[in-house]
Each structure stands twice: as structure tokens, then as C-alpha cells.
């Protein structure tokens, strides 16, 4: 894996420690505007929200939307925006691999030369941080775009598995510490009716997607479903492994025992929601806050008597626990295109988002509107944000702009400031503890490894996703399929995406030297 030196920065802290960057953060003398391709979960980007106005106060750079309202597919905006050849200063996509790409072909600049020169807030950051700087790095050695950070380096954690705690008492039953422990307290929630209805309706194991069979049960027992590189910085793909035989057995086994909801592939993502308003569901890997919030839900806790919904450890499996979701170091970026009129502005604008004043604003909002300051200079959200009617707080800074799709790092005191306190205890202890699976770093690609790991990706997934179910569902025999299923992946060109991947992954760690 990556040396342990890159990830020993974890305790220095992050922006908030950095002290560079200009009090005066004027970038044009006059008001300049300059056109932007964004949208994200269904919004396209509004010049109205405070933060980006604040911003221009602060800059004298306006952005405009290049994308129309309506359209709030990004990939579909992304692709008119280039076949209609006009292009807008900026784009920020959730997909880095096509802004590289469209980088390789001339159509995004190279910002290295742009951030020594003009960035010393990014250039001070990517010193400071090596590992996110490997993320910003395309295959050709250039930096074309800027993501957009998690705070990796404090919270990695995303979601955790959660029980019915109340259940548990009913039956005298201690939270399961072990795989063997596991089994047994799913059967008892199946057989000995702890919501008692006098009803076998207990489904002890449920989801809001299929995905369940590629991450979550799956990855209890630290099997992989995708690529994934060993300790010796070799690329493996994991449903070859002996684990991953191990992992699947186990979980056809608990979907025939009607250990796991019968409806998994279909019930849809309301499922969360259905299990626990009915009082059907004893646990689920899911998001930490959002999971957590059902335990301060009125109507029902008004409903269910003494309802406890608590995330705990993974269960043990071969002496180690494991929680396989985590959190990427980044998830998209912005670039600026070959198009824009003044890039040298542009890279400035980038900058001003990694100084303190572009930090704060980009995670707290607005002070004074969205966030104040203690007398000990700890921020914390107005009442604006924690008391709004018929909104929680993470719509209203949503609706402000905050975190919006940029390139920029993330705050993850943002996050506990308006989150519940309990779900970031419980997402504090999965990573203090060593629980969580790192996934493989987002890989950068040639043009021509790009095309062809597309189509190789694509028909893997395919044919998981297609032999998963089968197998789960009883349709298929897994030992007698596992060894076709194995021949159809070398059909695909398994060896030769592990090969792309290999040379891809050895490229990242040379980006971190």
C-alpha cells in the first residue's frame, strides 16, 4: 500500500492550521464575470447562493451558469457542451476521468505551470498534503483539474452497521462480536419475534440497494468485489480470491435461512425508512448520520416503545473486523478549458478557495448568517441553519451553496456541528479502531488505457452484478458456476485490467516522490 509516512499527516490537522494566503483576496480591479458547467445531485450552479456571491465581494470574480436550469444531468450537459464545441471557462464534473481525458486532447489547460506561478495556497497545500496531490496528477503527469476533497486525512469513515438495540434487550441478547455471533443473533430476530407482533415478520438483514451483495455483507467478511491492491502493492481483482468464495457461501446461506430480506434486489432505497417505521428491520450498514437520525425521530419514537438504533464494531472474521465502505480521498473537480479568456484570473479564483477565508466560506457559509464565533473562537451554526422550519440543516446549507461541487477540501467540524453527536462518536470509533477498508485510489489513465478499461469495466460489472443475484437469489449453484464464472472474466480481459490497473496504481505512488 501507499507508505505509511503519507498517512502519518493525519494528526497534523488541515486548513484550519494553515496560516498562508493574502488578507486582501481582489483578484480583478473590476467586477469580472466568467461562465461555469456545474450541477450536482440534481442542481445546477447559482450565482445567487450567498457563498458565491461572497465570494465575488471578495474576489471581484462572478461566476455564471453555462448550463441551462433544466438540465440537471451533468454527464449529458458535459457531453452537448462538447459536441456544440462551445465551451465555458470552467467545468466541474463528478467524473475526473473525462476531464483528464478532455485534457489530453487539449480541451482543459495544464495548471502546473499556472499553480507555481500563481496558486500559492493550492501550491502550499499539495507540499504539505502529498496525497492529495497524487489524486490531482492525469496519467501524463499533468495537474488539469482541482478536486474536490473529503477531509480523508480526518474522517474516513462513511457508514457503519447498525442493530436494533432494543431488540437485543428484548431477547437478553449481547451485541454479537463475532461472525459465529453474527449468525445467531440474525437467527433469533428471525425466529424469536422480537418486535412482538406474534408474527414471523422479522427480516434481520436489510439494505437500500442491491449493492449489499458487492460491499456490505461481502466486505464483513473482508472479501473485495472489485480491484483492490494486497500489501505488496500487487493489483488483485477480488471475486478471484479465496475470500470472496468464503464471503458468498456464507451470505447464500443467510438469504435461504431468510436471514436477509427477500426483497433485497427490489424493494428500492425507502427500504431504510419502510424496515424501521414498521418495526421490521434488526440491522443494516448504512450512512452514519443519516441512520443515526432515526433514533430523534418523533413520530416514531412515538410509535415504537423504547426504539434504539446504534451503529457497533463489524463483527470479527478471522481475527480482524472490517467496514467496507469508506470514503474516497476526493469525488470530481473543476478544470479550466481551453476556452476561458484569462486563465491566469481563473487559477487565482481556484487559489482563493484554499486560503482560510475561501475555507471557511466554502464549509460554514456565510459569518455572521450561516455560522458565528464563541468567545473562544469555535464556530458553530446560527439558528438559521439548526432551527429552520421544515428543513434540516444540511438543506439549508445546501440551499445557501455550501459545499457545493468545487475544487476544494472539506471540513469535517462542518459535519459535526449540524450532524448528531452520536453518529460521529460512532464514526470517530470505526476509524480510531481500525475498521475501515480503504478502496483503491481513483486511477488516472492513458487515453488508449482509458478506452480500453471502459469496456472491460463494464462487462465485469455486468457479469458480477448478473452472478451475484443468481447465486443469492438460489438460481444458480455457486460451486458449480464459480469456475465459469472465472472463464467468462478471462473471456472479458480480466488479466489485461489488472495489467492497465497495475501500471496505473505505479504511476500514483510515483506521484507521491
Known amino acids: 500500500m501507499v507508505s505509511k509516512s503519507i498517512y502519518l499527516l493525519t494528526t497534523l490537522g488541515l486548513l484550519s492550521m494553515i496560516s498562508y494566503g493574502e488578507e486582501n483576496y481582489k ?10 458547467l456545474a450541477s450536482q445531485n440534481g442542481r445546477v450552479f447559482n450565482e445567487e447562493w450567498p457563498v458565491f456571491k461572497e465570494a465575488f465581494k471578495d474576489t471581484n470574480i462572478k461566476l455564471k451558469s453555462a448550463g441551462s436550469k433544466n438540465s440537471t444531468d451533468e454527464i449529458q450537459g458535459f457531453n452537448l457542451a462538447i459536441s ?3 465551451l465555458p471557462d470552467i467545468i466541474s464534473l463528478s467524473s475526473p476521468d473525462k476531464l483528464e481525458s478532455l485534457g489530453m486532447e487539449g480541451g482543459i489547460i495544464p495548471l502546473n505551470e499556472l499553480i507555481e506561478k500563481h496558486a500559492p495556497n493550492i501550491k502550499a497545500f499539495f507540499k504539505k498534503y502529498p496525497r492529495y496531490k497524487m489524486d490531482a496528477v492525469a496519467a501524463d503527469g ?51 419475534d422480537p418486535n412482538g407482533n406474534g408474527i414471523a415478520d422479522e427480516i434481520p438483514y436489510f439494505e437500500r440497494t442491491a449493492e449489499f451483495a458487492d460491499k456490505e455483507l461481502i466486505g464483513l467478511f473482508g472479501a473485495r468485489t472489485g480491484f483492490y491492491v494486497n500489501e505488496n502493492n500487487e493489483v488483485l481483482y477480488g471475486p478471484e480470491q479465496p475470500r470472496f468464495k468464503e464471503a458468498m457461501k456464507e451470505v447464500i446461506k443467510w438469504y435461504k435461512e431468510g436471514l436477509i430480506d427477500p426483497e433485497i434486489f427490489t424493494r428500492g432505497f425507502q427500504a431504510r425508512d419502510y424496515m424501521l417505521r414498521n418495526n421490521l ?14 433514533n430523534t425521530d418523533k413520530e416514531l419514537n412515538d410509535k415504537i416503545n423504547n426504539f434504539k438504533f446504534i451503529a457497533i464494531a463489524p463483527p470479527e472474521y478471522k481475527g480482524k473486523r472490517y467496514a467496507p465502505d469508506a470514503r474516497m480521498t476526493y469525488f470530481g473537480g473543476w ?27 466554502y464549509n460554514w457559509g456565510v459569518e455572521g448568517d450561516t455560522f458565528k464565533r464563541d468567545k473562544n473562537g469555535k464556530k458553530y451554526f446560527t439558528d438559521k441553519v439548526m432551527k429552520a422550519e421544515g428543513k434540516n440543516p444540511l438543506e439549508v446549507l445546501i440551499n445557501d451553496g455550501v459545499q457545493f461541487k468545487i475544487g476544494a477540501l472539506q471540513d469535517y467540524n462542518y459535519e459535526k456541528a449540524w450532524g448528531n453527536p452520536q453518529a460521529s462518536q460512532w464514526a470517530e470509533m470505526y476509524m480510531k479502531n481500525g475498521y475501515v477498508v ?20 463494464f462487462q465485469i460489472k455486468m457479469l458480477l452484478d448478473e452472478m451475484n443475484q443468481k447465486w443469492i437469489l438460489g438460481s444458480a449453484d455457486f460451486d458449480k458456476t464459480y469456475p465459469e464464472f472465472i472463464k467468462r472474466l478471462n473471456d472479458i480481459g480480466i488479466k489485461e485490467a489488472i495489467e492497465i490497473n497495475q501500471k496505473a496504481y505505479n504511476r500514483f505512488l510515483k506521484n507521491s516522490k
Open 27 to 36: 483578484i480583478k480591479k473590476k467586477p469580472t464575470e466568467f461562465t461555469i
Open 84 to 86: 456544440s464545441g462551445n
Open 142 to 192: 499533468n495537474i488539469y483539474i482541482i478536486p474536490v476533497y473529503y477531509d480523508w486525512y480526518n474522517m474516513r469513515a462513511s457508514q457503519g452497521l447498525f442493530i436494533r438495540q432494543d431488540w437485543l434487550d428484548k431477547l437478553g441478547l449481547k451485541q454479537p462480536q463475532t461472525m459465529e455471533e453474527f449468525y445467531k443473533v440474525m437467527k433469533a430476530f428471525k425466529e424469536k
Open 281 to 294: 428491520g434488526g440491522m443494516t450498514f448504512d450512512w452514519f448520520a443519516s441512520t443515526t437520525a432515526y
Open 335 to 361: 478544470g479550466i478549458t481551453a476556452s476561458a479568456k484569462d486563465p491566469v484570473a481563473l487559477v487565482k479564483y481556484f487559489d482563493y478557495w484554499f486560503s482560510p477565508k475561501g475555507y471557511e466560506l
Open 438 to 457: 480503504d478502496p483503491m485510489p481513483i486511477l488516472k489513465y492513458t487515453s488508449e488505457e482509458n478506452k480500453k478499461i471502459q469496456k472491460i469495466n
